[in-house]
């Protein structure tokens, strides 16, 4: 039997996505996508904002943007997508302070939503988000190198928050890194929770690099290989607001970004961060990994749709050349492109 399980870029439902959802269905967010997304078997997305009404919008340090959805209208959404598992380590879950992400967790709990990536505390953000799907068990932790301000501690709320690109030089010129050590417990930590519930499928999705950029930097694909060693199956990367390259290292895709899905954010003329892909994963009961398929999405009227074949054809060409320095070559079925894992 093969399963489908899903992966987006960003759902923002927040400032004019939100407004929109109160002024029409709650499930109008997913235009004529919802009903592929309900025919998944799992769907796993970085949730890029705050599910309250409750909060200040943060001052502690300048944030230009804050995001944040009225839950009566967002947990609906998101429950009439069948979503299973939302990263929430990202810049965006601190932008109402404290009680704003609390309400968040409460909500996705309510709502029967796995979460990981933020908390409580840095303890509880190690947390791995666990979902049984048919007879597969998933597991998915999450991290974030944006916003440090926003990085949980002992004591105190936020992000599962790590430094991934920390590189200096001894004045000998010998490469030295003096949070590397400290970012690999930390992830190991969350790692080995995760490996405790005995997962056929490990997911790692990180929220991580500067928006509007289309290919990662060496240290990222240094940290998504290293990941793949130490166990993980699908890297789950977000953050660029439009789609990077996927590489495929030891049988295990590593997406690095999969750009946005849901949002009403200013479209740049030449990277189109309106466009990109519904990122689908098809495995074999015991998470064996067989097919992962691009299918082309694009933003419109706060909505995700299917892309026309303009849309559809300019995606697919970007990530054939985004992808081709890692040597990765897609197949073609229908509008998807389609990359064998087995």
Do not use: K
């Not at 929430?88 to 704003?100: I, K, Q, S």
């Not at 990367?237 to 970004?257: C, K, L, N, R, T």
């Not at 740049?268 to 082309?296: C, I, K, M, Q, Y």
Request: glycine share 8%.
């Amino acid at each position: 039997m093969t399963l489908e399980i899903g992966f987006t870029g960003d759902v923002m439902l927040g400032r004019v996505v939100d407004d929109r959802q109160r002024r029409r269905s709650v499930d109008a967010v997913w235009g004529d996508v919802g009903d592929r997304l309900r025919d998944l078997d799992g769907l796993v997305i970085n949730l890029e904002c705050v599910l309250s009404n409750r909060g200040s919008e943060w001052q502690r340090t300048h944030r230009p943007f804050h995001f944040r959805a009225d839950p009566d209208r967002a947990v609906p959404a998101l429950e009439r997508a069948g979503v299973d598992v939302c990263a929430l380590a990202n810049n965006h879950v601190l932008d109402y302070e404290e009680v704003a992400l609390r309400d968040t967790l409460a909500h996705l709990d309510e709502a029967g939503i796995a979460h990981a990536g933020a908390g409580e505390t840095i303890d509880a953000a190690l947390e791995p988000a666990t979902r049984s799907i048919a007879d597969l068990d998933l597991a998915v932790v999450s991290f974030t190198d944006n916003t440090p301000e926003y990085a949980a501690d002992e004591d105190s709320p936020g992000t599962a928050w790590i430094p991934i690109d920390e590189t200096r030089r001894t004045p000998g010129g010998q490469r030295w890194n003096d949070q590397d050590a400290r970012t690999r417990q930390r992830v190991r930590t969350a790692l080995d929770r995760a490996r405790a519930t005995d997962p056929d499928l490990l997911v790692a999705s990180l929220h991580w690099g500067p928006n509007m950029v289309t290919e990662p930097p060496d240290a990222f694909r240094a940290f998504g290989r290293w990941l793949v060693e130490e166990g993980v199956d699908v890297i789950h990367g977000h953050s660029a607001h439009v789609f990077q390259g996927i590489e495929v290292h030891e049988g295990s895709p590593i997406m690095y970004d999969a750009g946005d899905f849901v949002d009403d954010y200013r479209v740049d003329p030449e990277l189109r961060n309106d466009r990109g892909f519904l990122f689908v994963l098809e495995t074999d009961a015991d998470g064996a990994l067989e097919t992962l398929r691009l299918e082309p999405i694009e933003i419109g009227d706060c909505a995700v749709h299917e892309a026309g074949s303009e849309a559809a054809e300019w995606s697919r060409r970007r990530m054939r050349d985004r992808s081709e320095p890692y040597g990765t070559t897609f197949g073609r079925d229908g509008e998807a492109l389609v990359l064998p894992l087995d």
